[in-house]
DNA sequence: AGGTCAATTCGGCAAACACCGAAATATCAA
DNA sequence: TTGATATTTCGGTGTTTGCCGAATTGACCT
């Protein structure tokens, strides 16, 4: 994870309904969601969400797939594993291991 | 923390001279750096800096401290474990205990 | 009080971003 | 192929954000 992606991803979060679609994904698990699914339960409408998605993917906070005519949308927790290890990388000039190590298990198990 | 309080985090940790400034912080540890010292070793202007530091603060990534006449800031670890907490919460519809417990130990000692 | 250094606020400009509706593209089903 | 549904792209508008230098505030020292 480098300086650049982590801003892409920091921002892509920092958005009411971006944040509201990760989160959303990340309670109903690996499977995900399809767009207009999403748009429906958050009340937005599917032009400007797919922008948001887009980003989200972008950033790498999301993953895609398509089953038939959807694309499913899911949150990409590995990506928060890497975005944490990146924030606290040296954590008190590496003299406390503690805070280096911590971050590292984050993986919802791929059932369901 | 609430979705407004993380928005504001992911927004202030999303721009470069900001997140330079805050993993120079986690660096440096507990004690932290008075405004100009950051300045300097970032390479931007002290009023430019300044106006990310006071973002940085309102959002609750970095603590600021007066030494006599510098104000000294640091990195705020536990915000970066709330962080984490509100984004992972009820992850996979709580069917997986996993996710929810793992980021919860974030801290540096307060030593030095 | 006067001077110095640390840090912040202010004014102005250019770039980036969010929103929407409408039109376009893509996949499937009949 | 035609029609229906899923998703994305496109134009246009108003708001937000980042940058800077200059001026200001705050704390300290003599």
């Given amino acids: 994870m480098e300086q650049a992606n982590a801003i892409e991803a920091f921002a892509a979060l920092a958005q009411n309904t971006r944040l509201e679609a ?4 990340i309670r109903v698990g690996p499977k ?5 699914e999403i748009s429906r339960q958050l009340g937005t409408k599917p032009s400007t969400l797919s922008g948001h998605l887009s980003i989200l993917k972008r950033a790498g906070v ?6 038939q ?3 499913h949308y899911a949150a990409n927790l590995s990506s928060v594993n890497a ?3 990146f924030l606290i990388a040296d954590c008190c000039g590496g003299q406390i291991d503690n805070c280096s190590e911590i971050v590292s ?3 919802c198990a791929e059932t369901s």
């Fill in 32 to 36: 995900g969601l399809p767009a207009l």
């Fill in 69 to 71: 005519r959807e694309i």
């Fill in 22 to 25: 990760f989160r959303l994904l």
């Fill in 105 to 107: 298990l984050l993986d």
């Fill in 83 to 85: 975005l944490v290890q």
């Fill in 62 to 67: 999301l993953t895609a797939t398509r089953h």
